[in-house]
């Protein structure tokens, strides 16, 4: 009985890593993109697409209520995996294909008087794609104009995205 509790307290120490203290299971995971797209309608889905490995790694996902969460790979074909916390992260098991995680984001995208706003913040790099018919965003409160640009790049950043509809 006290070697399996011993076990146990070492293999929580090897887990749970000291630095961020957050639930760590498998390799960060190498991601090739990620993209968040924004509809019209202030919907939100994201995409990350993560090269494959021979070891379990695990995707960070973005911040936000997590709906319809799937992975694939690169045929479409549905890949098993592990949801890390509370939709915080999931685990991807090993493949020898690039591995497509999508899902949905509810309640991040906030509407008030025409202005939508969306707190941001992811530590890799990500392409944010805004609505078509929009020319002008405000990313911490500069005006950026798209142009015809489809959206903004965004590498380790936390901003305040908005714009008007």
Known sequence: MKILGFLIIILIIFVI???????????????????????????????????????????ELIEGTVSNLVVTNEQGEE?????????????IFPSNQN??????????????DNLW???FSYPQFVSIIIPEEI????????????????????HGCFMNLQYYS
Do not use: M, T
Not at 31 to 37: C, F, G, L, M, W
């Open 17 to 59: 890593p000291v630095a961020d203290a957050q639930l760590s299971i498998g390799a960060k995971a190498v991601q090739k993109s990620v993209e968040v797209i924004i509809n019209s309608d202030g919907e939100v889905h994201v995409k990350h697409v993560v090269i494959s490995s021979n070891l379990p790694s695990q995707v």
């Open 79 to 91: 890949r098993d995996l592990a949801v890390v916390g509370d939709n915080d992260a999931v685990l």
């Open 99 to 112: 591995s497509i995680v999508e899902y949905s984001l509810e309640d991040v995208l906030i509407l008030n």
């Open 117 to 119: 706003s969306f707190e």
């Open 135 to 154: 020319d002008l965003v405000y990313v911490n409160n500069i005006p950026i104009q798209l142009g015809d640009k489809k959206g903004i790049g965004c």
